[in-house]
């Protein structure tokens, strides 16, 4: 009987060397990885039975893009996420469309090689299912490049990053509407978009975006402090890695490492000038309690 392959994903190397090693021990066949990145190339060129990743993790993407790349990848898959929020596991119907089942942390070695081959076990029939689901959509909708599906979910890309802004009060110290929030994003995305339809060396900051000095200087202008910008950035990085992860059935799973990596790097990119931009700009009177 051929061993059951199992990809272990954890940023934590203490966590893929003890967990690996009795994994292992129960004949399992453990492969690691220890980023979104790592764990999306094993998935486009190996092949698996099991998937157990950590939901949180630096760098691009987090877990649920790699719990979806699997399940796109290889419907048979059990796939379990590891979350040290217990308040995951309440809200987690939508996610479970993705995910077999989510574990919250600390959870014990041999608990966790009961749920693999009770899942296992009952993994057959819902394989051929979703095998069947994943041929038809194929037959239904070409596959898309990543740059096509951030073009179209512009609108969802601005709601979410609205949402993350709202989230971490950043913007709330000073009123402003909507508009004058959200003015910079579209170019933003036009440039996002741009780097992955004419990919660029990374690191090498090759593109001059304008739009990310002007956002910068308006920013310091409006009265906000120059953390606002690093927020920004962030919040817009998770709202394009969500788009992502809505629409990863529709993507050729071998572009998602690079495309990741190459958003990361763009979103970086940007945020430097726009601190340039905000630092080159004249001094502002800031408000006694702003961030």
Known sequence: MAPVRLLLVDDDDSVLSGLGVVLEAYEFEVTTASNVTEALK???????????????????????????????????????????????????????????????????????????????????????????????????????????????????ITEKWLAKMKEAESLATIPLSVEKQTEHLPEALNEIIYRLQYPQPLGLMTLFSMASLQHGARRRRQGFRSPVLVEEARALQVALFQAIQDNVGRMDLSQLPGTLMAIADEVNAQLLQSLSGYENEKPAEFPINDR
């Open 42 to 156: 094993r998935i486009a060129s190996e092949s698996f039975d099991v998937l157990l990743t950590d939901l949180h993790m630096p760098g691009a993407g987090d877990g649920l893009i790699v719990a979806g790349a699997m399940r796109h990848a290889h419907p048979g898959a059990v796939t379990l996420i590891l979350s040290a929020n217990p308040d995951m596991a309440k809200a987690s119907a939508a996610v479970l469309r993705q995910v077999d089942e989510i574990l919250v942390k600390p959870v014990k070695a041999a608990a966790i090689v009961e749920i693999i081959r009770q899942r296992l076990a009952e993994a057959e029939p819902l394989a051929a299912q979703r095998q069947v689901d994943r041929e038809q959509a194929t037959q239904q909708r070409p596959v898309e490049l990543v740059a096509t599906v951030l073009e179209r979910e512009r609108a969802a």
